[in-house]
């Protein structure tokens, strides 16, 4: 079968049109995209690309699953929220199907679709079969930094700035009627945010904090240039 060829020029602008297009042909079979920058969009994808690799790098990597409320009272804890999280994977990675000259930056999913970030769009994939594609300035991505009381391993690229007590008063004093009390270090973690209009809402915990900045921070200035474009 031959492989249809799909050429996205540096008028980033047409990417919907191509995003169609694209939806149609990987149906059919597999899509090559010639993917071709000019200048000064090029510069802000290739930060954005080195930012990626130093983000996937992070010592460890949460795909939050679950957060809930807890009540700090009754359960003598410093904190408010308790979290499911897994461990996931971030790298360089290409899908079969889509062919082209940049490889895609590649974030596991634990719950729903991987994705997969390529210059002009994102796709959702969990299979041949179920997949969606969304372009990049629909997406939106924020970074936040979160205070987490960190009962397992401190990873190692982490910064603790803190410690509480297993179990605590109001006033952040350790609770003297727990005679095992002991010190738990509160660590700054970076969080990134991702959602759309069509239901994509993941949220990840990185162990490095400035790797997981310096990427949201990128990834906003490339998204600006292609909104412009």
């Not at 969009?41 to 690309?49: E, G, I, M, N």
């Not at 679950?66 to 897994?86: E, G, I, K, P």
């Not at 809402?201 to 790797?211: G, K, L, M, R, V």
Request: proline share 3%.
């Amino acid at each position: 079968m031959r492989i249809p060829e799909l050429a996205i020029n540096k008028d980033i602008g047409a990417q919907k049109e191509a995003i169609k297009e694209t939806q149609i042909v990987i149906n059919n079979s597999a899509v090559n995209i010639d993917i071709q920058f000019d200048d000064p969009t090029k510069k802000k994808f290739d930060r954005l690309y080195n930012a990626f690799k130093n983000l996937s790098s992070s010592h460890r990597i949460w795909d939050i699953t679950d957060a809930h409320y807890q009540d700090r009272v009754a359960t003598r804890s410093s904190a408010s929220t308790l979290v499911n999280r897994r461990d996931v994977k971030f790298g360089l990675q290409s899908l079969p199907i889509i062919q082209s000259n940049y490889e895609a930056l590649y974030f596991q999913n634990v719950n729903g679709a991987d994705l997969y970030l390529y210059p002009t769009f994102v796709l959702m994939y969990t299979n041949d079969q179920n997949f969606a594609i969304v372009g990049i300035d629909e997406l939106s991505l924020t970074f936040s930094s979160v205070s987490f009381t960190e009962t397992s391993t401190v990873p190692r690229d982490s910064k603790i700035f803190n410690k509480t007590w297993a179990k605590v008063n109001k006033n952040g004093t350790p609770d003297k009627r727990f005679k095992n009390n002991y010190q738990i270090p509160v660590v700054q973690y970076g969080r990134l945010r991702s959602s759309n209009s069509r239901g994509l809402n993941e949220e990840y915990q990185i162990s490095h904090f400035e790797a997981a900045e310096a990427f949201g921070n990128a990834f906003e200035e490339y998204r600006r240039v292609c909104k412009v474009l």
